[in-house]
């Protein structure tokens, strides 16, 4: 449910709103600080494994070919395991990689005891099978959440690794008082990555579930209208600034999972942050929202794969 206070409107006319003079500005869900205090915990718990059982969290990243966005997200990955006290490691390869060499590659970190946890960045080139990848990888190092058998037991019920970007929003969510429990969650965009297992996620039994879930695609007929139903907006569709403030209930949570670079060099999400935060109760920014977290819950899968080793 949203988290707006009660403005006591009496009629439409006492509504800044739907006046039109918008009075409300949305309070910002601050991703980068959450995560900081997540990266702190997760820390110390490092510390904890590596001196009762001398086991150093580690985790490789395969990065194959050369997409400036995967390079910048997998240097900030592994520079936040080296920062929490784990081994985080990067294995180049050439973007013409052989999808044979790029399996017995998973395949030796599969075997590697010192490996907890195994993320091959997406996309990979058109000439691989991504699904012929991933499930390759040993399904207790999977820390994305992406192999069949971690994506059915989310599917079922007990979630083992579950992926990061909606472990992270669930978790700005629960940090930031937000109730799922009776909400209607609309989740714009169906991908592996996101949209899927963040429905899954919001489906779960307890706290940061409970929710009525809406899941709008390529194919749902007028997505505004499903979005103007929210208590929480969830936009994942990969459309630069999309969502507008046509498509906000006043009052709903807005969280803006998108990454975009406009010609200009700044970043935008998929949300119009300037519209949307007069009508939205909170809402996440791009940057320091959603992304920051997705890092800290890598981490996080990262230290539990090697506890459970
Ligand atoms: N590309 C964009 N997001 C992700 C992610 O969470 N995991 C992997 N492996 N690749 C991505």
């Known amino acids: 449910m949203g988290i707006a206070p009660d403005r006591g409107y009496d009629s439409d006319l006492d509504n800044p709103n739907v006046a039109g003079v918008h009075a409300v500005t949305a309070r910002i869900l601050d991703g980068k600080a959450l995560a900081q205090q997540v990266r702190q915990e997760i820390t110390a718990e490092v510390a904890l494994l590596k001196a009762q059982r001398h086991v150093t969290p580690g985790l490789t990243v395969v990065l194959v070919g050369d997409n400036p966005a995967s390079h910048v997200y997998v240097r900030n990955k592994q520079n936040a395991c080296n920062a929490a006290g784990m081994s985080g490691q990067t294995l180049r390869l050439p973007a013409d990689v052989t999808p044979a060499s790029l399996i017995e590659t998973v395949e030796s970190l599969n075997a590697d005891p010192s490996v907890h946890g195994i993320?091959?960045?997406?996309?990979?080139?058109?000439?691989?099978?991504?699904?012929?990848?991933?499930?390759?990888?040993?399904?207790?190092?999977?820390?994305?959440?992406?192999?069949?058998?971690?994506?059915?037991?989310?599917?079922?019920?007990?979630?083992r690794f579950v992926p990061c970007t909606p472990l992270g929003v669930r978790e700005l969510l629960l940090n930031g008082g937000v109730e799922t429990r009776g909400a209607h969650v609309v989740?714009?965009?169906?991908?592996?990555?996101?949209?899927?297992?963040?429905?899954?996620?919001?489906?779960?039994?307890?706290?940061g579930g409970d929710a009525t879930v809406t899941v709008c695609h390529t194919g749902t007929r007028d997505p505004a209208s499903f979005a103007r139903q929210a208590d929480i907006l969830i936009a994942a569709m990969g459309q630069p600034e999309?969502?507008?403030?046509?498509?906000?209930?006043?009052?709903?949570?807005?969280?803006?999972?998108?990454?975009?670079?406009?010609?200009?060099?700044?970043?935008?999400?998929?949300?119009?942050?300037?519209?949307?935060?007069?009508?939205?109760?909170?809402?996440?920014?791009?940057?320091?929202?959603?992304?920051?977290?997705?890092?800290?819950?890598?981490?996080r899968n990262t230290l539990q794969a090697a506890q459970r080793s």
């Open 119 to 159: 993320l091959v960045q997406l996309p990979l080139p058109s000439h691989i099978d991504e699904r012929a990848v991933l499930t390759r990888i040993d399904p207790l190092k999977d820390v994305d959440g992406f192999h069949p058998a971690n994506v059915g037991l989310l599917a079922s019920g007990s979630p």
């Open 187 to 207: 989740v714009l965009g169906r991908s592996q990555i996101v949209g899927k297992p963040m429905a899954l996620l919001l489906l779960q039994r307890g706290p």
């Open 242 to 299: 999309k969502v507008n403030a046509d498509w906000i209930k006043p009052g709903a949570v807005v969280i803006d999972v998108g990454m975009h670079k406009r010609a200009d060099g700044t970043l935008c999400g998929d949300v119009h942050y300037p519209s949307v935060a007069e009508v939205a109760s909170a809402i996440t920014p791009v940057p320091g929202g959603v992304g920051p977290m997705t890092v800290a819950m890598l981490l």
